[in-house]
């Protein structure tokens, strides 16, 4: 185990062979957070392709 260091998703210690997380489970909860759209990064929607102007292309 990591000293000093607790999994982001429970606060547990993290385990060498899971870092940053502390098992398995972890990993794959965040997994599926990334999966779900669950993490964002702020800033402006993205413009989305309608196929009407050739700006688009």
């Known amino acids: 185990?990591?000293?000093g260091k607790s999994c982001p998703i429970c606060g547990k210690p993290?385990?060498?062979?899971?870092?940053?997380?502390?098992?398995?489970?972890?990993?794959d909860r965040d997994l599926v957070k990334w999966l779900d759209n669950g993490y964002a990064i702020p800033g402006?929607?993205?413009k989305v392709p309608t196929g009407d102007d050739e700006e688009d292309l």
Do not use: D, G, L, V
């Not at 385990?15 to 489970?25: A, G, I, K, N």
């Open 44 to 46: 402006e929607p993205a």
């Open 1 to 3: 185990m990591t000293k």
């Open 14 to 27: 993290r385990s060498t062979e899971h870092t940053p997380f502390c098992s398995s489970r972890c990993r």
